[in-house]
T-cell receptor, first 112, second 111 residues
């Protein structure tokens, strides 16, 4: 069974640009969550999608948004990038909301 | 958001010793608890899930849960250098069912 796939693995963007990250969950999983990981803050919850609906949202500005498609694949978008957005962005999929979550390899975003 | 607290660490143990990692959580209605291992530069990997009070063993790993004390721990027996990683405690919040992580504890096992 294929795991969680995130693309791209690495990104370098300039301040003010926008970026879109993609996540394909494990086959059959309907819940996708996104996290931001930085050395100082640890894993910070961004949002969770289940059956194309956003179920939960973390304390991030509106520049961070996401969506989920009918095949459970999810994308997250960050607009007007800031230097502080440099981080590892992780996607986790679960069969159902509130169950075991499995992570993808992450997307390392660097904003210069 | 409810809190998940882990000892700040880091923790260093000799090879063959028992490593003990602890976690407390603030949400009294939480029912699902997890331990993840994260090697440097890699993503978190689920190593243990526990849902009921008591101990759950899987190989060299034992997870312990005490809901009354809002405490969950991970014991690693016969620690190996390959166990050197950051261990993350995670809790499903009651109500929102959001998965919340502690900041992690870095474990080093010295040969």
């Amino acid at each position: 069974k294929a795991g969680v796939t995130q693309t791209p693995r690495y990104l370098i963007k300039t301040r003010g640009q926008q970026v879109t990250l993609s996540c394909s969950p494990i086959s059959g999983h309907r819940s996708v969550s996104w996290y931001q990981q930085t050395p100082g803050q640890g894993l910070q919850f961004l949002f969770e999608y289940f059956s194309e609906t956003q179920r939960n949202k973390g304390n991030f500005p509106g520049r961070f948004s996401g969506r989920q498609f009918s095949n459970s694949r999810s994308e997250m978008n960050v607009s007007t990038l800031e230097l502080g957005d440099s981080a590892l962005y992780l996607c986790a999929s679960s069969f159902w909301t509130g169950t075991e979550a499995f992570f993808g390899q992450g997307t390392r975003l660097t904003v210069v | 958001q409810k809190e998940v607290e882990q000892n700040s660490g880091p923790l260093s143990v000799p090879e063959g010793a028992i490593a003990s990692l602890n976690c407390t959580y603030s949400d009294r209605v939480s029912q699902s608890f997890f331990w993840y291992r994260q090697y440097s530069g890699k993503s978190p990997e689920l190593i243990m899930s526990i849902y009921s009070n008591g101990d759950k063993e899987d190989g060299r790993f034992t997870a312990q849960l005490n809901k009354a004390s809002q405490y969950v721990s991970l014991l690693i027996r016969d620690s190996q250098p390959s166990d050197s990683a950051t261990y993350l405690c995670a809790v499903i919040e009651g109500g929102s069912e959001k998965l919340v992580f502690g900041k992690g504890m870095k474990l080093t096992v010295n040969p």
